[in-house]
């Protein structure tokens, strides 16, 4: 179940801190890594804990969770890190303001169709599958995917995002934290404005800031551990 407020703000301070120590060992400066508290689950109540904290950046995993919070949260910008349907990306057209998990041609084609039709530009990151079994482009795709997504009206290609292999470990996670990082890179030779990582969750967000993350979806040590179990995909 959801924490109560002072230990959702402890669980922010001691989340904070950690990220200010793998920036340190990494020489980075901490306020190049962006906290998305991703919210699955939780009520808005403690989505609104963590916004007026000075967390802005609120992750969302389902449309109707997402439509149910989004105007109950004032000041937040709002990150769909779910699966993208095509029957839905009119829906997530309206209320993201960032959507990390682009990866189908024709759900990519009409967020960005309706999204330029609102008025809207969205931040698109191109979801990375190493697993083959996950949503999301392989990596021999990517490129090619990117130069698709940076050619449509209404999205504004900024970065790669990725959930890595499950490992015992966070350290499992870091060769492929790398590899993110390398395809970022490799992308950006020809899209300059890619930018962004999104990578690294509750278990090994630590790891991901060592390794480049510019974006990490933090939600169980955020807010506790989720009130449904066997969510499919893992929990950030």
């Known amino acids: ?3 109560g407020r002072d230990e959702v703000l402890h669980n922010l301070h001691l989340i904070r801190a950690a990220i200010e120590r793998a920036c340190d060992r990494a020489s980075r400066d901490p306020g ?8 699955k689950t939780q009520p808005a109540e403690a989505i609104r804990w963590v ?5 802005p950046a609120v992750g969302e995993n389902y449309v109707r969770e ?3 919070v989004h105007d109950a949260v004032p000041g937040a910008r709002w990150h769909y890190i779910g699966a993208l349907q ?4 009119h829906h997530v057209a309206a209320l993201a303001d960032v959507v990390e998990t682009v990866c189908g041609e024709r759900a990519s084609r009409r967020l960005g169709r309706r999204a330029a039709a ?3 530009t969205l931040d698109a990151l191109i979801e990375v599958d190493f697993t083959d079994s996950r949503a999301g482009v392989s990596p021999h795709d990517a490129a090619p995917f990117a130069d698709l997504v940076a050619g449509i009206d209404g999205l504004r290609l900024r970065g790669l995002m990725s959930i890595a292999p499950i490992g015992e470990t966070a350290e499992d996670a870091r060769p492929w934290f790398r590899r993110l990082r390398e395809l ?3 992308i950006r030779e020809n899209h300059p404005d890619v930018v962004d990582l999104s990578m690294g969750m509750s278990l090994d967000y630590e790891a991901a800031v060592e390794e480049g993350a510019t974006m990490v979806r933090i939600g169980t040590a955020l807010f506790g551990p989720r009130d449904r179990p066997g969510d499919p995909g893992g929990a950030p």
Not at 51 to 55: P, R, S
Not at 86 to 89: D, F, I, K, L, P
């Open 86 to 89: 095509t029957n839905s990306a």
């Open 1 to 3: 179940m959801t924490a």
């Open 51 to 55: 916004v007026e904290a000075g967390v």
């Open 118 to 120: 609102l008025g809207r």
């Open 184 to 186: 970022r890179d490799a």
């Open 32 to 39: 190049s890594v962006l906290l998305v508290a991703a919210a």
């Open 66 to 68: 997402l439509r149910e």
